[in-house]
């Protein structure tokens, strides 16, 4: 009984109700940390397919204890990182999350974050929750 029990703790949190209607998600990848770093940042491209707004944000991950939403503003000749709560996308819209623009801080791994391995997402989308997997890239892929 109690492994049943343990067995469904496990896969419980896997089924997450993706509620994002026209969303498409493309390019994601996570660039490996250095050596003993624990943060790192998230990259991927956002479309909005559908006929209504969608506003994304409570961004998490189970491998990193916090998650958040950057924009990267240029003052001076400084690059300064600044917090964003949500990202809008109008019907139709797109949005594009690249080094040395918006992205995703990725904060206090919980554990080895390698290359080759993927990491969860999750956020809400208009309040539903959602997920998306990236994989852990040691460099920008080459874009194509
Ligand atoms: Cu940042």
Do not use: K
Not at 14 to 32: D, K, S
Not at 93 to 112: D, F, I, K, S, V
Request: a neutral charge; charged letters at 15%; proline letters at 9%.
């Amino acid at each position: 009984m109690s492994r049943l029990l343990a067995l469904l703790a496990l896969l419980l949190p896997m089924t997450p109700a993706l509620a994002c209607p026209g969303l498409v998600i493309g390019e994601a990848w996570i660039r490996e940390p250095p050596p003993g770093a624990r943060g790192t940042a998230a990259y991927f491209t956002l479309r909005n397919e559908g006929s209504t707004p969608l506003v994304l944000d409570g961004w998490s991950s189970p491998a990193f204890a916090h998650v958040m939403l950057h924009e990267t503003v240029l003052t001076g000749d400084r690059a300064e990182m600044r917090h964003r709560s949500q990202l809008s996308l109008p019907a139709g819209g797109r949005e594009a999350l690249t080094p040395g623009g918006l992205h995703l801080m990725l904060m206090q791994a919980t554990g080895p974050i390698a290359a080759g391995a993927a990491v969860t997402l999750q956020f809400n989308c208009n309040g539903q929750a959602a997920q998306l997997s990236a994989p852990v890239l040691e460099e920008a892929p080459s874009s194509r």
